[in-house]
C-alpha cells in the first residue's frame, strides 16, 4: 500500500523548478503532502482530496490525478529553504491511515 | 491549541531489553493517533493506528506493540527489542482521515 516516488533525489540550483511524482497501484481517496528537515518531524504542506484537484502554496503547488492515481508537486522558483525530503502520503478509498512514500531528497543549491 | 508530546527524546538500549515510548495529546478529545517509524531507506512506516480507545489495528508484523489505556494518551512497547528496530519515531494525531497530521518531536531509538 505504500505510495511509489520519484525522483529519490534531486539538487537544484536557487531559482530551479522540481517536480516530485508519487503514484499508487490502488485507487485513492487523498493525498498528502509533508516536508521534512534532517533531524525534525514532518511538516504539512498540502491535501488534496479526491476529485482531481489542484492545489498551491506560495511557490509549491501539487495536482492529484484520481483516475491515475497520480500525484505531483510542483516547486517553482526553488529557494534554500526548501531543502529537505518531501513525502507523499495517500489514504485508499477503503483504508483509513495514511501511507508514505519512502521520500524524496531535495537539495537547493545556491 | 492542540499539542503533541512524546518521550523519551533519545534513547539507546541494548538487544534483548523491553521498550516504551510514549506519546500524550493536549486540547483535544477522541483524537486518531498513530505510531510511524523512520528508518534508513524505508522512508515513513505506518506501524500502529487507533481510532479510539481499545481500537488499535496494527500495519506490519512486527517485534512491537501499541497500547491506547486513555483516550489521549498511546504507548508503543516491545518486550525484546532487536537491531532492526532502531530509528526514529513518530507519534501522530488529526482529527479526521482526510485531516492534517500533527506529529510529535520524535524518539530516536538505537539498538545495540
Known amino acids: 500500500q505504500q505510495p511509489v516516488q520519484s525522483p529519490q533525489a534531486v539538487i537544484l540550483r536557487e531559482g530551479e523548478d522540481a517536480v516530485i511524482n508519487c503514484s499508487s497501484s490502488?485507487?485513492?481517496?487523498?493525498v498528502h503532502w509533508y516536508r521534512q528537515k534532517h533531524g525534525e518531524a514532518p511538516v504539512f504542506l498540502m491535501i488534496?482530496?479526491?476529485?482531481?484537484e489542484q492545489k498551491g502554496h506560495e511557490k509549491i503547488s501539487a495536482s492529484f490525478n484520481e483516475k491515475k492515481q497520480q500525484s505531483s508537486l510542483y516547486l517553482t522558483a526553488s529557494q534554500l529553504s526548501y531543502s529537505g525530503t518531501y513525502f507523499c502520503?495517500?489514504?485508499?478509498?477503503?483504508?483509513?491511515?495514511?501511507?508514505f512514500g519512502k521520500g524524496t531528497s531535495l537539495l537547493v543549491t545556491p | 491549541s492542540q499539542t503533541i508530546h512524546q518521550w523519551p527524546a533519545t534513547l539507546v538500549q541494548p538487544v534483548g531489553s523491553p521498550l516504551s515510548l510514549e506519546c500524550t495529546v493536549e486540547?483535544?478529545?477522541?483524537?486518531?493517533l498513530y505510531w510511524y517509524r523512520q528508518a534508513a531507506g524505508r522512508g515513513l512506516q505506518l506501524l500502529f493506528y487507533?481510532?479510539?480507545?481499545?481500537?488499535i489495528s496494527s500495519e506490519v508484523p512486527q517485534n512491537l506493540s501499541a497500547s491506547r489505556p486513555q483516550d489521549r494518551q498511546f504507548i508503543l512497547s516491545s518486550k525484546k527489542l532487536l537491531l532492526s528496530d532502531s530509528g526514529f519515531y513518530l507519534c501522530?494525531?488529526?482529527?479526521?482521515?482526510?485531516?492534517?497530521?500533527?506529529f510529535g518531536e520524535g524518539s530516536r531509538l538505537t539498538v545495540l
Open positions: 487507533s481510532i479510539g480507545i481499545d481500537q
Open positions: 501522530a494525531f488529526d482529527y479526521r482521515v482526510t485531516g492534517e497530521l500533527f
Open positions: 486540547g483535544t478529545s477522541n483524537p486518531n
Open positions: 490502488k485507487a485513492l481517496y487523498s
Open positions: 502520503g495517500t489514504v485508499g478509498n477503503s483504508g483509513y491511515a495514511l501511507n
Open positions: 488534496l482530496l479526491k476529485g482531481g
